[in-house]
């Protein structure tokens, strides 16, 4: 199973571009890369996910290295209300589709 | 249109105490997870399900147990509460393979 590593927490200027980084130096070429967030004690909500090329929605940019050894996700106008635990998650393969979550980067955004 | 509801939100047990966590979802998904989450730590996955009828073990299985009867419906049951199984509970339900999943709110569950 792919694992993932991401530095623990991070500060970010309220207005600019918050960019957290993800290592997933193991990942399988058919293992995509998911992006989750949890703000307080909610439950994990869903941001972005992407296999090898970069993504984009409403919320994020995802940028993944050729190689897929890592990854970017992007905040591009970071606001007080994006303080939260952000989890890096490779899918594990097979018929379970499982999640198994990390410790997360836990991201402050200072005003 | 509810998304994932959990049942109860709140639940305090006494040790040795049994009880079963409800989640319910009404998008059709096939698949069901059952999370706990520890003061400090990521989610770490109990059991899941990939269709009515069916159950696995996911990291840390052992004083659990589930059941998935109708589609809609994943049970979390504690047979023995035990302190160590004091967490907060999250629900997640899936479309399939290579789509997200969606969680519901938790269940704060304290065993004294």
């Known amino acids: 199973d792919a694992k993932t590593t991401q530095p623990p927490s991070m500060d970010c200027a309220e207005g600019r571009a918050a960019n957290l980084p993800c290592n997933h130096s193991?990942?399988?070429?058919?293992?995509?890369v998911y992006w989750y967030r949890q703000i307080h004690s909610q439950g994990p909500q869903y941001i972005i996910h992407?296999?090898?090329n970069n993504e984009t929605n409403e919320m994020a940019s995802l940028i993944i290295t050729e190689d897929r050894k890592s990854s970017t996700l992007i905040l591009p106008h970071a606001t007080l209300r994006d303080t939260a635990v952000y989890y890096c998650?490779?899918?594990?393969?097979?018929?379970?589709?499982?999640?198994?979550f990390g410790t997360g980067t836990s991201l402050t955004v200072i005003p | 249109n509810a998304g994932v509801t959990q049942t109860p939100k709140f639940r305090v047990l006494k040790t040795g105490q049994s009880m079963t966590l409800l989640c319910a979802q009404d998008?059709?998904?096939?698949?069901m997870y059952w999370y706990r989450q520890d003061p400090g730590m990521g989610l770490r996955l109990i059991h899941y399900?990939?269709?009515?009828?069916?159950?696995a073990k996911g990291e840390v299985p052992d004083g659990y147990n589930v059941s998935r009867l109708k589609k809609q419906n994943f049970l979390l049951g504690l047979e023995s509460a035990a302190p160590s199984q004091t967490s907060v509970y999250f629900c997640?339900?899936?479309?399939?393979?290579?789509?997200?999943?969606?969680f519901g709110q938790g269940t704060r569950l304290t065993v004294v």
């Open positions: 998650i490779v899918r594990v393969g097979g018929t379970g589709n499982q999640f198994y």
């Open positions: 193991t990942i399988s070429g058919n293992e995509y």
């Open positions: 992407g296999l090898k």
């Open positions: 998008m059709n998904h096939e698949y």
């Open positions: 399900s990939v269709g009515e009828g069916t159950t």
């Open positions: 997640a339900t899936g479309k399939g393979l290579n789509t997200e999943a969606f």
